[in-house]
């Protein structure tokens, strides 16, 4: 398809681990963004990468929190030693470039127990 | 203060109905609005941009006033289709700000 693609679309993971969420972006977008979004709430921005950079990565809450675009493509979002309240939908979006309309990844439901 | 603040509603209204939303955010640098729409356990889809001189989509229609810093959303003649959360979304610097989403149900 040519829509963003995340994987997986739900992880269960006991608290502690290591987890790691894809996005594969529609092609040729250069902006990428993910978001978290608990119920009840919007979605709240965590990094925004420009091609292989991240030019913006002031909502990672802690540095248990990292992600990667080495390609300009597909992006991994990386949770450390995981807690009960990193539990919520990750959003990945892109866009052809910062400030236009940004599409929407189904997102995956990270569970926490 | 949040970035971006919207009423989270619900707002019940029956269809026909003309239902408007408002929305104000806090940074005078934010650059560029939309409205986006979230149905239940989906991912937010672009509803439309929102221009100085307003913009109008069908039934749809967005305002934006800088001076106020302050977005509105009006609907007309509601569909039962229209029921979701819109979510009122600022850009600041290329990034997308979101606010809370406000959510319609729309009744027969």
Same mark, same amino acid.
């Given at each position: 398809?040519?829509?963003?693609?995340?994987?997986?679309?739900?992880?269960?993971?006991?608290?502690?681990?290591?987890?790691?969420?894809?996005?594969?972006?529609?092609?040729?977008?250069?902006?990428?963004?993910?978001?978290?979004?608990?119920?009840?709430?919007?979605?709240?921005?965590?990094?925004?990468?420009?091609?292989?950079? *991240?030019?913006?990565?002031?909502?990672?809450?802690?540095?248990?929190?990292?992600?990667?675009?080495?390609?300009?493509?597909?992006? #991994?979002?990386?949770?450390?030693? #995981?807690?009960?309240?990193?539990?919520?939908?990750?959003?990945?979006?892109?866009?052809?470039?910062?400030?236009?309309?940004?599409?929407?990844?189904?997102?995956?439901?990270?569970?926490?127990? | 203060?949040?970035?971006?603040?919207?009423?989270?509603?619900?707002?019940?209204?029956?269809?026909?109905?003309?239902?408007?939303?408002?929305?104000?955010?806090?940074?005078?640098?934010?650059?560029?609005?939309?409205?986006?729409?979230?149905?239940?356990?989906?991912?937010?889809?672009?509803?439309?941009?929102?221009?100085?001189?307003?913009?109008?989509?069908?039934?749809?229609?967005?305002?934006?006033?800088?001076?106020?810093?302050?977005?509105?959303?009006?609907?007309?003649?509601?569909?039962?289709?229209?029921? *979701?959360?819109?979510?009122?979304?600022?850009?600041?610097?290329?990034?997308?700000?979101?606010? #809370?989403?406000?959510?319609?149900?729309?009744?027969?």
């Amino acid at each position: 398809g040519a829509g963003v693609s995340q994987t997986p679309s739900n992880k269960v993971t006991e608290k502690g681990k290591y987890v790691e969420l894809r996005c594969d972006p529609i092609s040729g977008h250069t902006a990428l963004y993910w978001y978290r979004q608990s119920l009840g709430q919007g979605p709240e921005f965590l990094i925004y990468f420009q091609g292989t950079g *991240a030019a913006d990565d002031s909502g990672l809450p802690n540095d248990r929190f990292f992600a990667v675009r080495p390609e300009g493509s597909v992006s #991994t979002l990386k949770i450390q030693r #995981t807690e009960r309240g990193d539990s919520a939908v990750y959003l990945c979006a892109s866009s052809r470039e910062g400030r236009t309309e940004a599409f929407f990844g189904q997102g995956t439901r990270l569970t926490v127990v | 203060r949040k970035e971006v603040e919207q009423d989270p509603g619900p707002f019940n209204v029956p269809e026909g109905a003309t239902v408007a939303f408002n929305c104000t955010y806090s940074n005078s640098a934010s650059q560029s609005f939309f409205w986006y729409r979230q149905d239940c356990r989906k991912e937010p889809k672009l509803l439309m941009s929102v221009y100085s001189s307003g913009n109008e989509d069908g039934r749809f229609t967005a305002q934006l006033n800088r001076a106020s810093q302050y977005i509105s959303l009006l609907i007309r003649d509601s569909k039962l289709s229209d029921s *979701a959360t819109y979510l009122c979304v600022v850009s600041l610097t290329d990034k997308l700000i979101f606010g #809370t989403g406000t959510r319609l149900q729309v009744f027969p």
